[in-house]
């Protein structure tokens, strides 16, 4: 009888690892006529979408290199199973009949709709299609702003890793100008901030000129700052706060809080407007936190965006051989990592209490509040 010598025809709906893998597997019976359907001519190797959406791996394989001799891919969505008639119905119209079919379309996680503007703004990455307008749309980001994952499911820190590390990977640029600095033995050089290590934090601690003060929400951070033995000794880095004031009130306000760190006056400098911590038009268009002037404006910033203001912000930088490069600034809450306080409160039923700016000089707790200020 011919119909027993008639090749079983086996229908794959899903070119995923479950669809590939049973097709590949089928081949081991000679008397299997293999189809797989697959909406795209590429394998998705789903597992790493999240290091393609941050450029680090492309995740598609061409199916020619995973699938065997005999099984015939067809590029195509299934639409519907006529069960009765044993028939695969495709996108194009087209029916595909089967002894068996083997149903492999995978998963597709939904937005999580208790996440407030998740489903408006979120690009979801659990399909290469998603993934590929999410890795568009941080093409276009500057590589510095931030990016915010929902989720933290083995996904979501994967993705937040990989997006991580592509800030590592960020590319240093030169420093080719000659920044003077006043410290205590005098004028020293960028690179002489880096104490002989190779790579240099520098915290820009905002001077509040109308009132001659280092700023309180600045000094907060400061306070909140590690015993430096760990950068220094642990991981041959310097942090180092630099202001522009004159160096005689640096030295005055670092005696008044006690602290340790090494700090410098980049008074006179370009060193605080070329890092968009200070606003002077006549020296360099006004820029803070990636922002421009009309932006900050319009957000209400425009104390930052006055000549003559500062801002604060993170500066990192290394050294190769004495040629100083700049790898990273952040300014705002994009320095908000670095109060360790707000970590020990976010513990607390309490939480944070105090905004940044409500913070006072640890000196004068229980005072009346006698300077309004901005961070
Ligand atoms: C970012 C990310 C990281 C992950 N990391 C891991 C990990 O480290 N380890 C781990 O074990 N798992 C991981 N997973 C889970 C893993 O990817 C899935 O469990 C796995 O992909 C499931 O395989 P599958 O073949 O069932 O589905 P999929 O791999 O999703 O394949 C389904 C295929 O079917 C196609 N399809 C859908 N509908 C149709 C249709 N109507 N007609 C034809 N074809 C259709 C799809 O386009 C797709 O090609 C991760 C998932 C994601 C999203």
Same mark, same amino acid.
Request: with cysteine; proline share 5%.
């Given at each position: 009888?011919?119909?027993?010598?008639?090749?079983?025809?086996?229908?794959?709906?899903?070119?995923?690892?479950?669809?590939?893998?049973?097709?590949?597997?089928?081949?081991?019976?000679?008397?299997?006529?293999?189809?797989?359907?697959?909406?795209?001519?590429?394998?998705?190797?789903?597992?790493? #979408?999240?290091? $393609?959406?941050?450029?680090?791996?492309?995740?598609?394989?061409?199916?020619?290199?995973?699938?065997?001799?005999?099984?015939?891919?067809?590029?195509? !969505?299934?639409?519907?199973? =006529?069960?009765?008639?044993?028939?695969?119905?495709?996108?194009?119209?087209?029916?595909?009949?089967?002894?068996?079919?083997?149903?492999?379309?995978?998963?597709?996680?939904?937005?999580?709709?208790?996440?407030?503007?998740?489903?408006?703004?979120?690009?979801?990455?659990?399909?290469?299609?998603?993934?590929?307008?999410?890795?568009?749309?941080?093409?276009?980001?500057?590589? *510095?702003?931030?990016?915010?994952?929902?989720?933290? !499911?083995? +996904?979501?820190?994967?993705?937040? @890793?990989?997006?991580?590390?592509?800030?590592?990977?960020?590319?240093?640029?030169?420093?080719?100008?000659?920044?003077?600095?006043?410290?205590?033995?005098?004028?020293?050089?960028?690179? =002489?901030?880096?104490?002989?290590?190779?790579? #240099?934090?520098?915290?820009? $601690?905002?001077? #509040?000129? =109308?009132?001659?003060?280092?700023?309180?929400?600045?000094?907060?951070?400061?306070?909140?700052?590690?015993?430096?033995?760990?950068?220094? *000794?642990?991981?041959? +880095?310097?942090?180092?706060?630099?202001?522009?004031?004159?160096?005689?009130?640096?030295?005055? $306000?670092?005696?008044?809080?006690?602290?340790?760190?090494?700090?410098? @006056?980049?008074? !006179?400098?370009?060193?605080?407007?070329?890092?968009?911590?200070?606003?002077? *038009?006549?020296?360099?268009?006004?820029?803070?936190?990636?922002?421009?002037?009309?932006?900050?404006?319009?957000?209400?910033?425009?104390?930052?965006?006055?000549?003559?203001?500062?801002?604060?912000?993170?500066?990192?930088?290394?050294?190769?051989? !004495?040629?100083? $490069? &700049?790898?990273?600034?952040?300014?705002?809450?994009?320095? =908000?990592?670095?109060?360790?306080?707000?970590?020990?409160?976010?513990?607390?039923?309490?939480?944070?209490?105090?905004?940044?700016?409500?913070?006072?000089?640890?000196?004068?707790?229980?005072?009346?509040?006698?300077?309004?200020? &901005? &961070?």
């Amino acid at each position: 009888m011919t119909k027993h010598n008639a090749p079983v025809k086996v229908v794959v709906i899903g070119g995923g690892y479950a669809g590939t893998t049973a097709a590949n597997h089928l081949r081991l019976r000679a008397d299997v006529d293999i189809t797989l359907v697959n909406p795209r001519p590429k394998f998705v190797e789903r597992i790493r #979408l999240h290091q $393609f959406v941050a450029g680090n791996y492309d995740a598609t394989v061409d199916y020619g290199t995973l699938l065997g001799e005999g099984v015939s891919l067809v590029v195509d !969505g299934a639409t519907r199973i =006529d069960t009765a008639a044993r028939k695969v119905e495709l996108g194009s119209g087209a029916l595909l009949d089967y002894d068996f079919v083997i149903y492999a379309v995978g998963s597709t996680g939904a937005t999580p709709a208790s996440v407030p503007g998740a489903a408006e703004f979120a690009y979801p990455i659990a399909e290469l299609e998603t993934a590929q307008r999410l890795r568009a749309a941080i093409d276009e980001l500057h590589p *510095e702003a931030p990016i915010t994952v929902v989720g933290a !499911g083995l +996904t979501g820190i994967e993705a937040a @890793s990989e997006l991580a590390e592509q800030r590592r990977a960020l590319p240093a640029v030169a420093i080719d100008k000659d920044y003077v600095f006043e410290g205590p033995d005098g004028k020293v050089a960028l690179i =002489d901030l880096f104490e002989g290590r190779s790579q #240099l934090i520098v915290y820009h $601690f905002m001077w #509040l000129h =109308d009132i001659d003060e280092g700023c309180p929400s600045c000094s907060f951070a400061v306070d909140d700052m590690p015993d430096p033995i760990h950068l220094n *000794e642990g991981a041959d +880095t310097t942090l180092a706060l630099v202001s522009r004031v004159p160096y005689t009130r640096v030295s005055q $306000f670092k005696a008044r809080m006690g602290w340790q760190l090494p700090w410098y @006056s980049s008074h !006179g400098s370009d060193f605080n407007y070329d890092f968009h911590v200070s606003s002077d *038009e006549s020296k360099t268009p006004i820029e803070y936190n990636y922002k421009d002037k009309a932006t900050l404006n319009r957000e209400g910033l425009e104390y930052v965006a006055t000549n003559g203001a500062d801002g604060q912000g993170v500066s990192v930088f290394v050294q190769d051989g !004495g040629k100083v $490069f &700049h790898t990273y600034s952040a300014y705002g809450v994009g320095a =908000d990592v670095m109060l360790s306080t707000y970590r020990f409160l976010d513990l607390t039923p309490l939480g944070r209490q105090r905004y940044i700016n409500e913070w006072p000089w640890h000196d004068t707790y229980g005072a009346p509040d006698r300077h309004e200020h &901005h &961070h």
